[in-house]
């Protein structure tokens, strides 16, 4: 019957010896950690481990400082600056910088799902997503305006994040660690600019205003953080003489996952260049984030929302005149702290006042060889970025919002689903030097002085050998 789909077949499958726990890994060292700081944990060996559901678990809390007193947490996977991997001190991936602006980038694009309710997936104005607490008091007062903060006792943890892109990827998902030398996993925090520095909990501007920044940057505290690993054991034999064979007829065993480069450069407004040797370069990202994004900021106001408080608090009126008249947009306010906020590099954005600005047209480049093979303008681009990452929408709900907040720009250079496929498809760069500009091709004025960030997504394989030996290939 195997002819037929699924859905016509009369089977089942059945696994002997199957036995399941989960652990909770202690980090190394305990004590809380600020900004820039970095833990460090062990995985579990001699079993097989779920990656993708491994989950770091912590608790945080932001740090009023100055007149910046609604010092709020953005989303939990901003607060992760790189991780890395190493298995018996050989470096298996070193991690990517700025791995939180990549896991916005692909959050923007529905690439991967975060749960709301452990996942911190919105920024808290005025009212906690754990508890309920209003933070700002009475219509925001400032002398009841306070940071956001969340309990560790009692071993509490509010937050979960995946270990990045190495975790999440990696196929087969679930890893033998029988046959690699003990896996030691780095996490280092992002530093302090990700916390939004807002006055108050009132959107207007002045003394209490949460878009508006204080005098001084708010900070942030990590504690009772801890690693939740689910494993596995299936003993019936089958599976190890399966593996045993495998590794006698070839010599090895193959996992392979998706890696990423990261490069920042100062947008001069004309291009921009970097350079790879991946074996199987899949996709080139770029984001721009506008100039001073790390400085002290207020939270930035996601285009297109309601902005206002509700009617009542301080006389100000339920809609504004720039809100979309839709259900999301109706709903409330959003916001993103500022280094997670993309912006298009447009010397000006479409406005009311000025509705219909030209759009720049970019190119991606490599080795002279123009991706895709025409200048496309910012609003091609948004369909070449969802064809890129293969999605039928993105977290965007106007053309505006993706323009002030999740613009996202990607090409992409190997086969659809090659990753289901576990297939590598994409250019090979080995022994070329590969060349990577991104240039703003018809002359058209752009803002100048932004971050640009391009991310260079790559297949690597790691090769397990008998007696635990490894071989990773970029």
């Known amino acids: 019957m195997s002819n037929f789909p699924q859905y016509l077949q009369y089977f089942c499958r059945e696994f002997a010896g199957v036995s399941t726990a989960t652990f909770r890994v202690p980090p190394q060292a ?27 678990v912590f608790s945080a809390s932001a740090v009023a400082n100055g007149t910046s007193k609604a010092a709020r947490l953005p989303k939990a996977s901003a607060l992760i600056e790189k991780i890395s991997v190493t298995a018996g001190g050989i470096s298996v ?8 602006a990549l896991q916005q980038a692909l ?36 002398a009841n305006t306070v940071a956001e903060t969340y309990t560790s006792n009692n071993n509490a943890t509010q937050f979960s994040v995946s270990l990045g892109n190495f975790f999440e990827t990696i196929s087969p998902n679930m890893l033998d660690l029988s046959l690699i030398a003990e896996i030691q996993v780095q996490i280092f925090l992002a530093g302090n600019a990700v916390i939004t520095s807002g006055k108050g909990a009132l959107i207007a501007t002045g003394a209490n205003s949460f ?8 900070t942030y505290t990590v504690s009772n953080y801890q690693l939740l690993v689910p494993c596995y054991s299936i003993n019936d034999g089958t599976y190890q003489k399966v593996l045993g064979a495998r590794m006698n007829d070839v010599g090895y065993l193959e996992c392979m996952w998706k890696g990423y480069d990261s490069f920042s450069d100062t947008w001069n407004g004309s291009t921009t260049r970097c350079a790879s040797a991946a074996s199987s370069l899949d996709k080139i990202i770029t984001v721009w984030r ?36 839709q259900p999301d947009c109706r709903g409330g306010a959003e916001f993103l702290c500022a280094p ?13 006042g000025a509705p219909n600005p030209q759009e720049p047209e970019l190119q991606y480049a490599i080795n002279s060889v123009q991706y895709p093979q025409f200048s ?24 505006i919002e993706y323009l002030s907040n999740r613009f996202v720009m990607a090409v992409s250079l190997n086969l659809p689903q090659s990753t289901l496929l576990r297939a590598k498809s994409g250019l090979d760069c080995r022994g070329s030097n590969s060349f990577i500009t991104t240039s703003n091709v018809t002359g058209v004025t752009m803002a100048a002085n932004a971050n640009v960030l391009t991310y260079l997504e790559s297949s690597r394989v790691m090769r397990l050998g008998a007696g635990r030996t490894l071989q990773v290939i970029l």
């Open 93 to 100: 991936d070193a991690g990517v910088q700025n791995q939180n």
């Open 376 to 399: 496309a303008p910012l609003s091609q681009w948004y369909q070449l970025t969802k064809d890129a990452f293969e999605v039928n929408s993105t977290q965007s709900k106007s053309y």
């Open 290 to 325: 506008s100039d001073g994004y790390n400085g002290v900021k207020g939270a930035i106001p996601i285009a297109g929302t309601n902005k206002l408080l509700q009617k009542g608090d301080s006389g100000e009126a339920l809609i504004e005149a720039d809100v979309l008249d």
């Open 107 to 142: 959050d923007n694009m529905k690439v991967r799902e975060v749960d709301p309710v452990d996942s911190h997936s919105q920024m808290y104005r005025n009212v906690s997503g754990v508890s309920l607490a209003k933070f700002g008091g009475a219509n925001g007062v400032a």
């Open 30 to 56: 305990s004590a809380a950690l600020e900004a820039h700081r970095s833990m460090t944990f062990n995985l579990p060996t001699n079993t097989l481990v779920s990656m993708k559901d491994v989950r770091l």
């Open 340 to 352: 997670m906020n993309f912006t298009a590099p447009m010397a000006a954005l479409p406005s009311s």
């Open 211 to 218: 878009i508006e920044a204080g005098n001084a940057q708010a």
